[in-house]
């Protein structure tokens, strides 16, 4: 047996092609090269190498993702490259996939399938493995016919008849019957969590919920103020399950702040249905900060797709505050609020500036916490 140690990571890790495509007229405000920079950073989170790259700007949606020359074309760059994964950066179609399949001889995996991949090695508590599992199982439900294609090929006959095709609907069955179980289960964590929040809306100590894009440093936050030891990595989703801290404010109020799944471009609906009872907490926040992480060059669109999911969740009008990330690395010409609130289009008078990491701005926003619980209990 080889030694782990003699083993080469690099070796050992998946060579991953990325594929992207831009519908016209599509109302996404991600660039196709924006969004396969993202998809290319899921990729790494999740231990593969990225290999290459490809996009194409379409009329309308193809039936193999890719236009046919372009679909030619990667199936070319195999050799080149020696891919042995293709990520596609978006959700395919169960159609889509059998498609892909039957084209490219390598593994086809879409944006969707990345993220719940991820998702299930960073899930820590039974909660959040329930809630990926019942998102993994979903997904997987419409494209079990696609592990049976190999049946399809073979146009019926031997080879097609009893076990193959009964085995299927037995799939069907076990999956269908796994994820109403996990749903049970879920609902027995969402009364369990009702329960405490009634609990805790008793003993009147206010919520304040942090909110952002993913590796936003929401976690760093978390610590810097609670003085908490809490994972944190830069990596996308280091968090993903919910964590409650208490902390004084200036004025002695004790508050209860909670980091929770940090949101991303193209998030699931099946991952939001899943973690349903995690985002409900966010309903019971008498205050939701919303960190950006200022430097990134997406950040407009950053800021966007969060307020979109909370839009979603019915939380538009919670009592918000933004807080611009990581302004220690901005240069010296890059501090202009109004700015800064323009390019990302909020309201300045509910924008602050901070540094989780170094600790700047802290003070005037635990101040700012102070001043808007206590008006929002007048």
């Known amino acids: 047996m080889i030694?782990?140690?003699?083993?080469?990571?690099?070796?050992?890790?998946?060579?991953?092609?990325?594929?992207?495509?831009?519908i016209k007229g599509s109302k996404d405000r991600w660039s196709v090269e924006d969004s396969l920079a993202e998809l290319a950073n899921l990729t790494r989170t999740a231990d593969a190498e990225v290999v290459?790259?490809?996009?194409?700007?379409?009329?309308k949606r193809s039936h193999t993702y890719l236009g046919s020359g372009k679909l030619k074309e990667l199936a070319s760059l195999r050799s080149e490259t020696g891919y042995s994964v293709v990520i596609f950066d978006d959700e395919l179609s169960p159609r889509q996939q059998r498609n892909l399949e039957e084209a490219l001889p390598v593994k086809i995996i879409d944006r969707t399938a990345l993220i719940l991949d991820i998702?299930?090695?960073?899930?820590?508590t039974r909660e959040g493995q329930l809630q990926v599992e019942l998102a993994q199982n979903q997904y997987l439900l419409p494209r079990l016919v696609g592990q049976w294609s190999h049946l399809e090929r073979l146009g019926g006959g031997i080879g097609t008849r009893g076990p193959g095709?009964?085995?299927?609907?037995?799939?069907?069955?076990?999956?269908?019957?796994?994820?109403?179980?996990?749903?049970?289960?879920?609902?027995?964590?969402?009364?369990?969590?009702?329960?405490?929040?009634?609990?805790?809306k008793r003993s009147g100590i206010p919520v304040v919920s942090l909110v952002g894009?993913?590796?936003?440093?929401?976690?760093?936050?978390?610590?810097?103020l609670s003085g908490a030891d809490v994972f944190v990595e830069?990596?996308?989703?280091?968090?993903?399950?919910?964590?409650?801290?208490?902390l004084i404010l200036p004025n002695q109020q004790p508050i209860l702040l909670t980091d929770t799944v940090g949101f991303i471009h193209k998030l699931p609906p099946m991952v939001v249905a899943a973690f349903r009872a995690t985002l409900e907490e966010l309903g019971e926040a008498d205050l939701i900060l919303h960190l950006v992480d200022i430097?990134?060059?997406?950040?407009?669109?950053?800021?966007?797709?969060?307020e979109d999911i909370l839009t979603g969740l019915d939380l538009?009008?919670?009592?918000?505050?933004?807080?611009?990330?990581?302004?220690?690395?901005?240069?010296?010409?890059?501090?202009?609020?109004?700015?800064?609130?323009?390019?990302?289009?909020?309201?300045?008078?509910?924008?602050?500036?901070?540094?989780?990491?170094?600790?700047?701005?802290?003070?005037?926003?635990?101040?700012?916490?102070?001043?808007?619980?206590?008006?929002?209990?007048?």
């Not at 998702?119 to 820590?124: H, K, S």
């Not at 430097?295 to 969060?306: F, G, L």
């Not at 010296?332 to 901070?354: P, R, V």
């Open 119 to 124: 998702f299930a090695r960073r899930a820590q």
């Open 52 to 59: 290459g790259e490809l996009t194409q700007r379409l009329e």
């Open 295 to 306: 430097t990134h060059k997406s950040a407009a669109e950053q800021c966007q797709t969060v």
């Open 316 to 378: 538009s009008d919670k009592p918000r505050l933004t807080l611009l990330n990581k302004v220690d690395l901005l240069g010296g010409d890059g501090l202009e609020e109004d700015q800064l609130a323009q390019q990302l289009q909020i309201d300045s008078q509910g924008m602050l500036l901070i540094s989780a990491a170094k600790g700047w701005g802290l003070q005037h926003l635990l101040e700012r916490i102070s001043a808007i619980l206590v008006m929002s209990r007048a």
């Open 3 to 22: 030694p782990k140690e003699t083993v080469s990571t690099q070796e050992a890790r998946e060579r991953a092609f990325l594929v992207g495509v831009q």
């Open 165 to 200: 095709e009964s085995q299927l609907e037995t799939d069907r069955r076990l999956v269908q019957q796994r994820i109403h179980r996990l749903k049970r289960e879920l609902e027995e964590v969402r009364r369990h969590r009702a329960l405490y929040r009634k609990h805790r």
């Open 213 to 224: 894009y993913t590796n936003a440093g929401k976690s760093t936050l978390l610590n810097t």
């Open 234 to 246: 830069d990596k996308l989703f280091a968090t993903l399950d919910p964590i409650t801290r208490r």
